[in-house]
């Protein structure tokens, strides 16, 4: 029957859920959203009360919704960071996940119905900043990245095999690049803009005449594979693709309009990738 606890009840089931707090923050949010209405709001009335009287640097900061439902549970440790954890107050389940450290924020999305997790988005100090979207089954189908220079790319992946399918770069000085990954991630094919609005193509195999060369330089021994890729055209205008070592993952991407060593002033469209 709702409603039956007595005082004393009360106060040991809040007692005993503050124990389970300092553990768990989601146990704590599930326990209480299994109780009837009635107890439940009564013990979360019992839980602030105990919070205010007898402050605890073991329990996290704790908020509730009015039916007695946890709504959020904030944590910081010895460092300044902080953990701030958001549920929902339908399920009980965890809606959102934030971190704040010295540099950066990260927000975590997730489900109320199934916890899975939806979207992931990260700001670093320096001012460059993250967004992905995620499928059920738990792969990566967008990525939206920004870094501190202003560069943006928009990678889209498939949401079956969670690999890359394809890259759109602006970079700031309006140039662009989109690039083409086949079924195993390799680059298949480039499309490119440089600042003056020229426009290049290139597609792995093609005989095209306007692509000068095409140098894929090894990984030092040991390893094997490529450690990068250069694509240069027939006016100097040239890509160059580093990957993660033992790896096809593209972690650095620059193009520049010339190919002419120790000339100053050369421009380069230049994003790192994480």
Same mark, same amino acid.
């Given at each position: 029957?709702?409603?039956?606890?007595?005082?004393?009840?009360?106060?040991?089931?809040?007692?005993?859920?503050?124990?389970?707090?300092?553990?768990?923050?989601?146990?704590?949010?599930?326990?209480?959203?299994?109780?009837?209405?009635?107890?439940?709001?009564?013990?979360?009335?019992?839980?602030?009360?105990?919070?205010? #009287?007898?402050?605890?640097?073991?329990?996290?900061?704790?908020?509730?919704?009015?039916?007695?439902?946890?709504?959020?549970?904030?944590?910081?440790?010895?460092?300044?960071?902080?953990?701030?954890?958001?549920?929902?107050?339908?399920?009980?389940?965890?809606?959102?996940?934030?971190?704040?450290?010295?540099?950066?924020? #990260?927000?975590?999305?997730?489900?109320?119905?199934?916890?899975?997790?939806?979207?992931?988005?990260?700001?670093?100090?320096?001012?460059?900043?993250?967004?992905?979207?995620?499928?059920?089954?738990? *792969?990566?189908?967008?990525?939206? @990245?920004?870094?501190?220079?202003?560069?943006?790319?928009?990678?889209?992946?498939?949401?079956?095999?969670?690999?890359?399918?394809?890259?759109?770069?602006?970079?700031?000085?309006?140039?662009?690049?989109?690039?083409?990954?086949?079924?195993?991630?390799?680059?298949?094919?480039?499309?490119?803009?440089?600042?003056?609005? *020229?426009?290049?193509?290139?597609?792995?195999?093609?005989?095209?005449?306007?692509?000068? /060369?095409?140098?894929?330089?090894?990984?030092?021994?040991?390893?094997?594979?490529?450690?990068?890729?250069?694509?240069?055209?027939?006016?100097?205008? @040239?890509?160059?693709?580093?990957?993660?070592?033992?790896?096809?993952?593209?972690?650095?991407?620059?193009?520049?309009?010339?190919?002419?060593?120790?000339?100053?002033?050369?421009?380069? /469209?230049?994003?790192?990738?994480?």
């Amino acid at each position: 029957m709702c409603g039956r606890l007595t005082e004393a009840e009360i106060g040991k089931e809040a007692a005993r859920l503050e124990q389970v707090a300092v553990r768990s923050e989601g146990a704590l949010a599930q326990q209480l959203h299994e109780m009837c209405p009635e107890d439940r709001l009564a013990v979360a009335k019992r839980m602030v009360w105990d919070q205010q #009287q007898h402050p605890s640097t073991s329990l996290p900061k704790i908020e509730f919704y009015d039916d007695g439902d946890l709504k959020s549970a904030e944590r910081k440790d010895a460092d300044g960071d902080v953990e701030c954890r958001v549920y929902d107050d339908h399920t009980g389940r965890l809606v959102v996940r934030e971190l704040k450290d010295k540099d950066s924020w #990260q927000r975590y999305q997730h489900d109320p119905r199934t916890g899975k997790l939806t979207a992931y988005d990260r700001v670093n100090d320096d001012g460059s900043r993250e967004h992905s979207e995620f499928a059920d089954n738990g *792969n990566r189908t967008v990525m939206v @990245r920004t870094d501190a220079k202003g560069n943006e790319e928009t990678v889209t992946f498939d949401p079956a095999t969670g690999k890359e399918v394809a890259s759109d770069i602006k970079f700031k000085d309006k140039s662009t690049l989109h690039i083409v990954f086949d079924l195993d991630g390799s680059v298949k094919e480039l499309d490119c803009k440089d600042r003056a609005g *020229n426009v290049y193509h290139w597609k792995r195999d093609s005989q095209d005449k306007r692509v000068a /060369s095409v140098t894929d330089i090894p990984n030092p021994y040991p390893m094997t594979g490529v450690d990068a890729r250069e694509i240069k055209f027939a006016n100097g205008f @040239r890509v160059h693709l580093d990957f993660a070592p033992s790896s096809t993952y593209i972690w650095k991407i620059f193009t520049s309009d010339r190919d002419v060593k120790g000339v100053k002033n050369v421009n380069i /469209s230049y994003i790192t990738r994480r």
